[in-house]
């Protein structure tokens, strides 16, 4: 496993128990000082969508697929954005709230933008290279 790939898998792990830290223990006081530190609730739901998508698109080389797989991955984690705001009717001391959706999803659109600007990137080197090997 690539350096990278290793550091999103930890990135992907470490927000996955936000989130079921947000579930479970949504007053513990590392998770409250965690959001105090990154400036409050709304800046959680972007920095997890932001990161979350982006580690996890690392981590399951997505580069490596089809354009248009890479978009399907985007577009199912963006449903599951909004799945799990849905959820959160059933739960007691959570809220459905429109403004966390939209700042998950702010994040979302800017993992999308950066994955696609630093793959074609990538492409475009890739290429270059080739071109000018032979």
Same mark, same amino acid.
Not at 62 to 72: A, G, K, N
Not at 80 to 87: P, W
Not at 117 to 130: E, F, M, W
């Given at each position: 496993?690539?350096?990278?790939? %290793? /550091?999103? #898998?930890? #990135?992907?792990?470490l927000l996955l128990g936000i989130i079921f830290a947000k579930y479970f223990y949504h007053q513990a006081a590392w998770l409250v000082t965690f959001e105090h530190f990154l400036g409050g609730?709304?800046? $959680?739901?972007?920095? #997890?969508?932001? $990161?979350? !998508?982006? &580690?996890?698109?690392?981590? *399951?080389?997505?580069?490596?697929? *089809?354009?248009?797989?890479? $978009?399907?991955? %985007?577009? !199912? ?9 849905? $959820?959160? /009717? =059933? ?5 459905? &709230? ?11 659109? !800017?993992?999308? /933008? *950066? =994955?696609?600007?630093? !793959? ?6 890739? +290429? &270059? +290279?080739? &071109?000018?090997?032979?």
């Amino acid at each position: 496993m690539r350096v990278l790939e %290793f /550091i999103a #898998v930890c #990135v992907v792990a470490l927000l996955l128990g936000i989130i079921f830290a947000k579930y479970f223990y949504h007053q513990a006081a590392w998770l409250v000082t965690f959001e105090h530190f990154l400036g409050g609730d709304a800046m $959680l739901h972007f920095f #997890v969508g932001f $990161l979350l !998508t982006f &580690s996890l698109a690392v981590f *399951l080389r997505l580069q490596r697929l *089809l354009v248009r797989w890479q $978009l399907v991955y %985007f577009v !199912t984690v963006a449903l599951l954005y909004g799945a799990d705001e849905f $959820l959160q /009717i =059933w739960v007691p001391h959570r809220i459905v &709230s429109w403004h966390d959706l939209i700042y998950s999803m702010l994040g979302w659109l !800017t993992a999308l /933008i *950066l =994955w696609f600007v630093v !793959t074609g990137l990538r492409r475009h080197v890739i +290429k &270059s +290279k080739l &071109s000018n090997a032979t």
